[in-house]
């Protein structure tokens, strides 16, 4: 059902595949968000048209509503939304561990308040990992607790060993042979905890490996600290997954450091507050230069949007709070990111990757600093 296989590398970025029962994904691979059952604006033969090859689906959201019950009595997660790649479902535990005004920890799981009508809920690993099932998707997450950011190593530590102790309890409460199960390490900033995590997981047998914990605020350079001190522990022939990235320069900068997938909801948030990037970094389509632009978003662009419509017209879109204007620059942000992962798939191929990223680092300025 799911095997992973690695074709080449260059330097430390790797170029594979996965084979899940919904199909092959090329990597390295940008999973686009479907929160809620759907990538916001973006109807899925389109995201087949711009080569997506595999959403996100978050558990947090579907199981306040409509819930797991409903969606596997509709057949599952693929049918109910009308998406026959694959699909991956995190497990629910970053967001509840967001709400930490609303939520108490215990062995035993979180109770939190539902942040649609208030109802307590105690959700526990093997909860998660029921709900998982019933929606059906080619890869789950293990709950884990990730520590936010500025805690001390003790309450850190105590959060990792407990996301120990729920993995294996995730493991032990999975029946269903046709999904794939990936743990999370996580350890926060502190490199030794990072090192403990990433050792007792890569230890698991399972399919592949999560790195959490590092898109919550930080900066980028202590970012690609955490991945340089886990990614060497993690096993070669198995896929790593960095949870919430979706820069277009943490993308390369995370590949040249092993790293094989990535999601973010960036590119359908940035769209929705009228952001759009290039090649020469993120703009903002309600800049009075583009009132009067007659060109596309971007030269030489093969997405919908830039094929069919002016700067100047989706300026006005977006003006006014048109709906269709938050739906092209979604579509014109998802195309940008799956494009640049085509071309980084292609530039590892032919081992010409660093140059690739080079080039595209200096032309590139989005308001971030760290190159390296």
Known sequence: MFQFTLHTTDGRARRGTLTTRHGEIQTPCFMPCGTKATVKTVDPEELKQMGCQILLGNTYHLMLRPGGDLIEKMGGLHKWMGWDRPILTDSGGFQVF?????????????EFQSHINGDKIFLTP????????????????AFDECAPTGVDMTYTKEAMERTHRWVERCLKAKTRTDQALFPIVQGGFFPE?????????????????????????????????VVEVVEPLLPKEKPRYVMGVG?????????????????????????RHGTFWDQYG????????????ENPLQKNC???????????????????NEILGHRLLTIHNLHFLLELMRQIRSAIEE??????????????HNGQTGTN
Request: glycine residues 6%; charged residues 25%; hydrophobic residues 40%.
């Open 98 to 110: 967001s709400l930490h005004k609303i939520r108490k920890i215990a062995e035993d799981g979180v």
């Open 126 to 141: 093997e909860r998660a990992i029921e709900i998982q099932e019933q929606l059906g998707a080619d890869i789950i997450m």
């Open 193 to 225: 905890l990072r090192k403990i995590s990433a050792e007792f997981m890569a230890g698991l047998d399972t399919p592949g490996i999560a790195i959490g914990g590092v898109s919550v605020g930080e900066l980028r350079e202590e970012m690609h600290e």
């Open 247 to 271: 820069e277009p320069i943490d993308l390369f900068n995370l590949v040249a450091r092993g790293i094989d997938m990535f999601d973010c909801v960036i590119p359908t948030r940035l769209a």
């Open 282 to 293: 993120r703009h903002t389509i309600t800049n009075a230069d583009y009132r009067t632009q």
């Open 302 to 320: 093969v997405c919908t949007t830039c094929q069919r419509f002016s700067a100047s017209y989706i300026r006005h879109l977006i003006v006014e």
């Open 351 to 364: 081992h010409r990757f660093e140059a690739l990223r080079n080039e595209f680092i200096t032309t590139f």
